[in-house]
């Protein structure tokens, strides 16, 4: 029981320390605005989630996360780091426990679709709960400055499904955004899971 408990750790740590230097390598997106920055980070978490259990793809993204804020230093109170951590959370319980119940081929990727998709929509009332409200509140970032990132893109599309103008922003952003970018780590995952299973599964197993 030790050794599997050191080798998940061990691989637990590898899979942070990835994670944590894949979230250097971001782009913006020219459909989005520019604060909002695209990477593929949450894939070690997913790859975690599968070959170790829901509860290790989290951990990782925690990990990741606090290395990132500790070592280069937050640029956001940390608020940054938390909508990071939320979000591929929820992607990595839902995928991770779904794969849990039954690993197979087919549950692995709708484990993962379901995932990005949940966390896509779970992502709308992440920010507009919790997020930007601390981006407005602790950063001192003006809501009609954001606001306006957002309508400097697509014009008018705040002032639609809704008249409140944040939410609309989120949902035909954001939502969208998040799920896409859930997708791709979901894809990368698929074709380099197997490859790497040998390596990751030999913590259960040794």
């Known amino acids: 029981m030790k050794k599997i408990s ?16 894949l979230m250097f390598i971001e782009f913006p997106i020219p459909v989005m605005p520019a604060f909002i920055k695209f990477d593929i980070s949450d894939l070690p978490a997913l ?27 937050s640029t956001s109170a ?30 692995a990727i709708a484990a993962s679709i379901l995932g990005a998709v949940i966390m896509g ?5 992440v920010n507009y709960f919790v997020i930007y409200p601390m981006y407005f509140i602790l950063a001192g970032y003006p809501k009609e400055v954001v606001i306006g990132m957002y309508q400097a893109i697509l014009g008018t599309i705040a ?16 939502v969208p955004f998040t799920i896409v970018k859930g997708l791709v780590d979901a894809l990368i995952c698929y074709f380099i899971y197997k490859p790497l299973s040998r390596l990751i599964h030999g913590a259960k197993k040794d």
């Open 6 to 21: 050191a080798r998940s750790i061990a691989v637990t740590a590898m899979l942070s320390a990835v994670a944590f230097v």
């Open 78 to 107: 940390w608020i940054g780091e938390l909508s990071n951590f939320m979000l591929g959370a929820i992607m990595c319980l839902v995928a991770g426990f779904i794969y849990k119940a039954k690993k197979t081929r087919v549950s």
């Open 121 to 125: 929509i779970a992502s709308l009332a």
């Open 159 to 174: 002032e639609i499904p809704t008249k409140d103008a944040l939410f609309n922003c989120l949902l035909v952003f954001n």
């Open 47 to 73: 790859l975690g989630a599968f070959a170790l259990g829901p509860v290790y793809g989290v951990i990782i993204e925690l990990l990741k996360n606090l290395l990132h804020g500790v070592i280069k230093g």
